[in-house]
């Protein structure tokens, strides 16, 4: 597939961006600042950067506790960000939330619940609504390979088949479920495109160290889900990094396996193929990576000025009040 230059440049950036913010957060939880536990992304940014360079303006999106990067993918500020990752008023939750649960109605970010998988079926209700406002939008709901084995997985995705529901269901398989490895959990070698056939939705399956590749695969489904035809389902395959959380030593896995693993970056494998194509010099990709840098360094600059949420907040915003007609 042949891609306008502006269309790779914007993966990049994006890509990049990601990574980059990915490697600040381990810094950040090291020196103390994130409340609570990260889920390292690092490594796995092409399964969202590629995907979400399908989007479309009015689109919705239901993340992961892995990869909080993505936000800024869909336009969520990175001083909005690292508010709610430092727990700082400014953030979606005035900081409460933490980096599990960045949301931003605005920019159709719907947030996720604390158990994997039950916000699945939130996700597939929230696609059940734009298809009642036939605004061509969809959802892209992100989950993880061992999330496909929830119930309430498989009570939305069936409802989303019968109803033809317009949402793309993207699992990223990093091959282990905290430690349990896919091959111990899942009966079938792909656990999210071997199972869509049985809710009626077509199923891709990509290398998610290529990001174009991803993209390539997200703008069929995406385009096919558009259409009117109801869900489907993307799997990118790759591998976790590091361990399911910070502090996580990783010991139930081969480091063998994992140092093979390191070498096939998703990041270096664009940079290099917009090298090959004379899209971006050395000291352009210098440029953009100083630049990111900088604008991820005015967030995390300005959540640590932030305040801190007061006490007498702590009930604030946990019920909603009665709607009277």
Known sequence: MSYPKEKLLEMYRSLLGDRILEERLIELYAQG????????????????????????????????????????????????????????????????????????????????????????????????????????????????????????????????????????????????????????????PNPGAGRAAGYGMPAKLVDATDVLEVYDAAKELSDYVRSGNGPAVLETKGYRWRGHFEGDQARYRDAAVANEWHKRDCVKNLESYLKEKDLLSDAEIEAIREETKAAIEDGIAFAEKAEQPKLSAIYDNIFAEPYEN
């Open 33 to 188: 600042w994130v409340p609570g536990h990260i889920h390292s992304g690092v490594g796995e940014e092409a399964s969202y950067t590629g995907v979400l360079a399908t989007r479309r303006e009015g689109d919705c999106y239901k993340f992961t506790h892995r990869n909080v990067s993505a936000y800024s993918d869909v336009g969520v500020s990175y001083r909005h960000i690292f508010c709610e990752i430092l727990g700082r008023m400014g953030g979606n939750s005035e900081g409460k939330g933490g980096i599990n649960h960045i949301a931003d109605k605005d920019k159709g970010v719907i947030g996720m619940a604390g158990a994997l998988g039950c916000d699945i079926a939130i996700a597939t209700g929230v696609s059940y609504a734009l298809k009642l406002q036939s605004s061509g939008n969809m959802v892209y709901c992100f989950l993880g390979d061992g999330t496909t084995s929830r119930g309430p997985v498989h009570e939305a995705m069936n409802w989303a088949g019968v109803w033809k529901l317009p949402i793309l269901y993207i699992v990223n398989n990093n091959e282990f479920s905290i430690s349990t490895h896919v091959s111990e959990g899942c009966s079938i």
